[in-house]
């Protein structure tokens, strides 16, 4: 009871500063091995061979998801405030207005939509995004690739590669005051 007395009081703008650095930094650091493992998965007939330079679809697949899990922690008032300031900041990064960013951000939404249908599991869905993405069907054994299928271990060891850049919005709320 008392820590909640101590707790820093963040404001909305301030999560998302914290947000946005934090998603990036950990994009940033982590696709390098993301890459790796991706290239030397054993699902696939031969390496995808993604270089650690290919990382604009992995960023964008990657906040995406995250903007989706921000509205199951937040009341929608307040999500759709964090979120709204998270695209400034993330528009301002990439040089692009908040118009655009938030058009790229529907557009990836309704992918990931698209080929996770019709489950509703996020984290499945961004491992199919990047299946998708990254063109790795064209990498698979005969079987997956003729039904233009994910193999399905390669898609329970991607889920749990995801799961490390998925943001943790329970240590956040457990130091500080939303």
Same mark, same amino acid.
């Given at each position: ?9 963040? %404001? ?8 946005? =650095? &934090? ?15 991706? =290239? ?18 992995? %960023?964008?697949?990657?906040?995406? &998801? ?8 937040? @009341? ?9 300031? #998270?695209?400034?900041?993330?528009? %301002? ?11 790229? #951000? ?5 992918? #990931? ?11 499945? &869905?961004?491992?199919?995004? #990047? ?19 994910? =193999? ?6 991607? @889920? ?7 943001? =943790?919005? @329970? ?8």
């Amino acid at each position: 009871m008392i820590r909640s007395f101590l707790k820093k009081r963040l %404001t909305d703008n301030q999560l998302a500063n914290i947000f946005v =650095n &934090g998603l990036l930094e950990v994009i940033d650091n982590g696709f390098k091995e993301v890459a790796s493992m991706i =290239n030397e998965d054993p699902a696939f007939d031969y390496s995808p061979d993604i270089a650690p330079t290919e990382i604009d679809e992995f %960023t964008m697949i990657i906040i995406v &998801g995250n903007l989706v899990q921000l509205e199951s922690h937040f @009341d929608y008032n307040q999500a759709v405030s964090v979120e709204s300031l #998270i695209i400034q900041k993330f528009a %301002t990064i990439y040089g692009l207005t908040e118009t655009q960013f938030s058009d790229i #951000i529907s557009d990836y939404k309704s992918f #990931i939509s698209r080929v996770n249908y019709p489950s509703k599991n996020v984290l499945y &869905g961004m491992s199919k995004a #990047i299946f998708h993405k990254y063109a790795l069907n064209d990498f698979q054994e005969e079987y997956f690739k003729n039904m233009q299928a994910p =193999n399905p271990l390669f898609l329970k060891r991607m @889920d749990e590669i995801v799961s490390n850049f998925i943001w =943790n919005w @329970d240590a956040v709320e457990k130091k500080y005051k939303i």
